[in-house]
Every structure is written in structure tokens, then in C-alpha cells.
């Protein structure tokens, strides 16, 4: 193995066709092939640009097949180019077993920086960004969901999500169930697009926003959840003895929307307080 080609990570737009970069087009029109997610939908943004290099499809349920081919392609000093039908590859998109096995094959893998939602959407969010966790798309199952976000309770860094139009009620359901109807939310829709929309406020409110019209549920969304802030509150001996006698006799939801109405405390700093005795 001389000359071995390179594996170009490129990110492609999340839905404005115009934000991409010089390199990246450079780059996939000087490429070999193009591995893509779906090769019919990225064929449009080649055409857009007037790319005619080949294109093979990488995805979910082809990645450990299709990686060994392409492995074969850079040790014959091809170039191929990685890219998702949005956005940056591997971000909750395929492309991981490739680069982790061009890695152990000592092959040069080369990152170009580009679009990616997740950071879009926190930079315009109005959360904190010093420290955020990507925990990518939640469990569909209700169990596991509710026990992803009780992992993410008392998580003081911004928490951010991607989540489907069809799930995204479900999921706004259960941050309220969980993390309490006061804790600050952002939903974030149609990045880049004509529509784009960012709604910020508490989980409860953003729940009925998202109901209140059928439009409101259209696009993919990001979901970025505000990190936990009852570190710092001093919590009044007596309201903790309440909620715990309460706890033992009716839901934690309950128990702490009773012991905040008698005490006059956020139900969810006590929700969260809750949720602590039992780590």
C-alpha cells in the first residue's frame, strides 16, 4: 500500500442548498465516488451543483459490507467522500464502523467542517453553551424514554436532541413527566428553511404550543432541554419531610406539586429533589 486514497468526511446543507462550503464542492466533484445515505436524494444536491462523480449508497444496513469495499478502493489509492442525506456524517447518521475501521487500517480520514443541526440550533437557542451534552435521538419506547430522561435529571449542561415530527409530542410528554412542567425547553424546526422556527420556554408551555396547531408538529426538530438548576436552592427542612411523607402515599408528581402549593416552592425544584432520593 504506496499511495492510499483518503476518506473525506463532508458535511452537505440541512436544508438551505446554499450553505456549503467551496470545499466541500471541491472536493466532491474531485473525489472517485461518493458514499452517500441515499443516493437518489443526494443525487439532487449534486445536480444542484453540477457533481458528476459516482455515487454508492452507505447506510444502516449495508455500512459493514460496504465498508470493507470502500477500504479496498483507498488502499488502491482511491478517494472516496462520506456524506448523510444532512448535515455532518456519523452525527446520528452513518459512517461510524467506516471511519473506525479506516483508522485501524492507518488509512487518512480528513474531516471538512460544515452544517450540522444540533450546533445550529444550540447557537440561536438562548441555553447555555459553555458545556451541552449531544444524546442524539431518544428511545421510541415510552419505558426507555422516561429512563434516558431520569439518567438526565440532575445533568446541569444543556441537553441536546434530535427527534422526528411523529415522536416529538410524545417526547415533549414525557420531559414534562419527568423533568417537571417548569423545566426550560427550545424546540427548533426547519433549520435553514423557509420556515424555521424556534420556540423557547417551559416544557409545559412548549407542549401546548405544539398542539395548538398541526403546523407546529412539521419538519424535524431539535429538542434542547436546559440544563438542571437545583443545585444551588435551600430547600426548607420542613418541605423536604412533607414530600417525602407524601412520596410514600402518592406519585412524585403529586407529592411535589402538594408540597410546593403548601410551601410555595417551585414543583420543579422539589420534582427534582424527589427524584434524588432514590440515586
Known amino acids: 500500500m504506496s499511495n492510499p486514497g483518503t476518506l473525506f468526511i463532508v ?16 472536493v466532491l466533484s474531485q473525489v472517485n465516488v461518493i458514499a452517500a445515505e441515499d443516493t437518489r436524494h443526494s443525487q439532487k444536491l449534486l445536480q444542484h451543483y453540477s457533481i458528476s462523480t459516482r455515487l454508492i449508497s452507505l447506510h444502516d444496513h449495508n455500512e459493514s459490507q460496504r ?3 470502500i477500504i479496498d478502493k483507498l488502499e488502491l489509492g482511491e478517494s472516496v467522500a462520506l456524506i448523510s442525506d444532512a448535515g455532518t456524517p456519523l452525527i446520528s447518521d452513518p459512517g461510524y464502523s ?7 487500517a492507518g488509512l487518512n480520514v480528513v474531516p471538512l467542517p460544515g452544517a450540522c443541526a444540533a450546533i445550529t440550533a ?6 447555555p453553551t459553555d458545556r451541552f451534552v449531544f444524546e442524539g435521538f431518544l428511545p421510541v ?20 436532541f434530535y427527534e422526528s415530527p411523529r415522536r416529538i409530542e410524545d417526547t415533549l410528554q414525557a420531559t414534562v413527566t419527568v423533568l417537571g412542567e417548569d423545566r426550560r425547553v427550545v424546540l427548533a424546526k426547519e433549520l435553514s428553511k423557509t420556515f424555521e422556527t424556534f ?25 434542547l432541554i ?10 426548607p427542612e420542613e418541605a423536604i419531610r412533607l414530600l417525602k411523607t407524601l ?22 425544584a422539589l420534582y427534582q429533589l424527589g427524584l434524588s432520593f432514590n440515586e
Open 122 to 127: 444550540l447557537s440561536a437557542a438562548g441555553l
Open 11 to 26: 458535511p452537505t446543507p440541512i436544508g438551505n442548498l446554499e450553505d456549503i462550503t467551496h470545499r466541500a464542492i471541491s
Open 141 to 160: 419506547k415510552q419505558q426507555a424514554k422516561h429512563q434516558a430522561l431520569d439518567k438526565l435529571a440532575r445533568e446541569t449542561a444543556t441537553c441536546v
Open 67 to 69: 465498508a470493507r469495499q
Open 247 to 268: 412520596m410514600e402515599e402518592m406519585p412524585l408528581k403529586k407529592a411535589a406539586a402538594v408540597t410546593a402549593k403548601h410551601y410555595e416552592l417551585k414543583k420543579n
Open 226 to 235: 436546559g440544563g438542571y438548576e437545583g443545585e444551588g436552592d435551600v430547600m
Open 199 to 223: 420556540f423557547c420556554g417551559s416544557a409545559q408551555d412548549a407542549l401546548a404550543w405544539l398542539n395548538e396547531d398541526d403546523n407546529h408538529r412539521r419538519g424535524e426538530f431539535v429538542f
Open 98 to 104: 467506516l471511519v473506525s475501521q479506516c483508522r485501524d
